[in-house]
C-alpha cells in the first residue's frame, strides 16, 4: 500500500470519527486539537504524503482509536508509528 492510500484511509477514518481534517501552510507538521468544540486535525499541506500519513496516524491515536475498529493493515500502520514515537522518546 502506498502513502496516498494511506492518507486517504486515515481521512476516511476521521471522517467516521467525526474529525475534521485542515490542511494548511505553516512550520508544523500536524496534530490533533479542539476548536471552538470541533475536533480538528491539522497537517501541513506541504508535507510529502509519507509524512502526512505519519501525521495524521498520530493525531489519530492521540484522539483514541483504542476501541474503534480499524482495518489490520492501516491498525498496523498506526501502531508502528507509535512504537517510532516511543522509541524516540525514550532516548531524549
Not at 499541506?45 to 493525531?59: G, H, I, N, P, Q
Not at 483504542?66 to 492501516?74: A, R
Request: a positive charge.
Amino acid at each position: 500500500m502506498n502513502y496516498a492510500n494511506i492518507v486517504s484511509e486515515l481521512e476516511e477514518l476521521a471522517r467516521q470519527l467525526t474529525i475534521n481534517i485542515r490542511y494548511e501552510k505553516g512550520d508544523f507538521e500536524g496534530g490533533y486539537c479542539i476548536l471552538k468544540d470541533q475536533k480538528v486535525v491539522v497537517i501541513n499541506k506541504r508535507l510529502l504524503d509519507s509524512r502526512k500519513a505519519v501525521a495524521l496516524a498520530l493525531a489519530l491515536a492521540d484522539y483514541g482509536i483504542e476501541t474503534t475498529f480499524i482495518k489490520p493493515n492501516l491498525r498496523s500502520f498506526i501502531d508502528d508509528e507509535l512504537a517510532k514515537l516511543r522509541r524516540v522518546e525514550k532516548t531524549l
